[in-house]
């Protein structure tokens, strides 16, 4: 058997680049004459916004910090161990730049086994053991805590979970066996799978209190003097700490039902994560510790050598990275200021959109509009929603009111936007009426303003090319719901310059939205792939194959939503719309389904009823359908269906629509939902050998987003 610090030292030489953790320890006498106290403190030498993690090398320092609070604790020279981080940060987990290099299943076992060995140190010193969460704590550094005897949390803390299995992963150095054994499965649950496969939600301090994590919680400013003054207080007997007693009965089974019907609702059984998770959840029921920590082990090791957590890794990196940096964005010192904003049109997303730019940037924003009375709509939603801020202390009265007084409607464009410096319009998907808009603003607009389009799908260079000045024209595509979805489509039209260009990377900035480079070609990126997805499972239901046969065919993908519901959203107005443009530009590869246009014609808001409350067909869509005699099983829909997709892509990287097949899971991830456990489309083609099949290569090189040969 390998010793820890061997198993460390092995992993530590595969870890090259590792950002060291240091574990600091200090002696001083605790209040209240309570005693001799050894802090550790884990800190990487690096302020706030490099966090730190816990690498192999960052384990063994811990582990050494442990070798002497141990003895010191057995020769009775210390009363208590504490452990804290440095200013903003406990610890944000392992380091997950290390686990991409691995290539075998015995380093990857080595890192769970390792963590292990290391933090259960803290359960069994000789004296109580006390975790400090002072700041941002995740994974890992969560678990440190879990594996001492008490805990207190800063109400300041800004950050709490157990993110693993949204990236892929399970809570691996104790999270899944001493939550649950802690504060109830329910709960436990609650943390490890909703919150992950909800976006990694976060818990703050209070919250971290009131699930039972935490013993205490204490204001930010004087959080350690206040903790340490408690931990006094406890090893005095003068506090006692009250646990509720853990119901291991039927709440428990439960519990683990229910985490599975939310993994089920989020990933179709898609993704192994979030199942292995609760396996070794429900197994710890029975309350034997190192029974689960070497099942945490396994499924870490696992998970590690799959494609799952690659690709996780994959899309944290293009969202948290590239999708700061975008390929391709001009300097950003040719951007120019924005001070006020125009807004053509006042529909909803028109609305939508002024609201946006007035929160983020908090400069006078004008909307106009054909009548008055829509422009009076357009400024009371504006109005309603910040209302609705208001009532949820989101903003107070007096920012409120400043917003509000910031918007304003008029139906003159030459009153609205004489001093605009950046005019965008969301006015009706016709490219007649969009050129038209444009003339008219271009008249009354200062020379200097940015003319932005939020069109989906129609060309920008088309829509500028009657103007005296086209290069300050370019394409801005927001996602619906835009105050939700991250992406925006930046589209640099044929004579768009680098200044308008500039601008819009500084707007969308402004704007915290994901922005990416795009060229002006028919429906641009999330639409173009979109419409063809849609449209060859469209085109199997025109051919006979049962629409829940089509519709089931890809949950192996785990979207957020099957197709069909997806076109509800969309309105199928606008799908038939997107798909009538691609069938103009590329007639071989896009169809226009009969059926879809028989929907849309019938006024139909979808092909779904909900009356039982499960989506069911539309029995009047149902008898506008007319299908052929060609039935496909769900396999044969799904190769299809895939195949299409592949070739799309394939196409659209030959034509230099964006940089690179990264851009293409960015935009899918941050603007249609896309898995983040798929890192997009390109991985998942990539794995299923779809991509070799219809193009005769990879769209990734093999270890980007995969295991390394």
Sequence with gaps: MSTTAELLKGAAELFPGEVVTSAHVRHFDLPLGAGRFALVTLDNGHDHTKPTTLG???????????????????????????????????????????????????????????????????????????????????GGGVEIGLHCTYR????????????????????????????????????????IIENSLNQNRQLKGKQVLELGIADAIFEGADFLEQSLLWTASVLKGEITVERPLIDRGEAWDQAVAKGRFIADGKVHGAAPAAYRALDIIAAAKNGDLQQGYDAEDQALADLIMGGELRSGIYAFNLVQKRGKRPAGAPDKSLARPVTKVGVVGAGLMASQLALLFLRRLEVPVVLTDIDQERVDKGVGYVHAEIDKLLGKGRVNQDKAN?????????????????????????????????????????????????????TSSLSVSEMASKLKHPERVVGFHFFNPVAILPLLEIVRGEQTDEAALATAFGVAKKLKKTAVLVKDAPAFVVNRILTRFMGEIQNVIDEGTPVAVAEKAVEPLGLPMSPLVLLELVGPA???????????????????????????????????????????????????????DSVLTEEQVRDRVLDAVAQEIGLMLDEGVVAEAQDVDLCLITGAGWPFHLGGITPYLDREGVSERVNGKRFLEAGVASVPA
């Design 402 to 454: 400043r917003l509000k007084a910031l918007v304003t409607g008029v139906l003159d464009k030459a009153e609205g936007f004489a001093d605009a410096d950046f005019v965008i319009e969301a006015v009706f998907e016709e490219m007649g009426v969009k050129q038209k808009v444009f003339a008219e603003v271009e008249a009354v607009a200062p020379a200097h303003a940015i003319l932005a389009t939020n």
């Design 574 to 628: 606008i799908g038939l719309h997107v798909s009538e443009t691609l069938n103009r530009a590329f007639p071989e590869r896009f169809t226009v389904s009969p059926n879809l246009k028989a929907v849309v014609e019938a006024g139909k808001r979808g092909f779904y009823v909900y009356d039982s409350g499960k989506p069911e067909l539309d029995p009047e869509v149902a008898a506008l359908l007319k299908q052929g």
């Design 56 to 138: 192999p090398q960052s384990l063994a320092n811990i582990d050494a910090a442990l070798d002497q609070v141990e003895k010191e604790a057995a020769d009775g020279d210390i009363v208590g161990v504490g452990v804290t981080g440095k200013p903003f940060i406990f610890a944000v987990g392992a380091d997950l730049k290390g686990v991409e290099l691995l290539k075998r299943h015995e380093d990857a076992l080595a890192i769970g086994k390792g963590g292990h060995d290391v933090l259960k140190r803290l359960a069994n010193l000789a004296v109580p053991s006390f975790a400090y969460y002072n700041g941002a704590a995740m």
């Design 152 to 191: 207190t949390v800063s109400a300041a803390l800004p950050a709490f979970s157990l993110p693993e299995v949204f990236l892929g992963l399970v809570p691996g150095w104790g999270g899944c066996t001493l939550l649950p054994n802690l504060i109830g499965a329910d709960k436990a649950v609650s943390v």
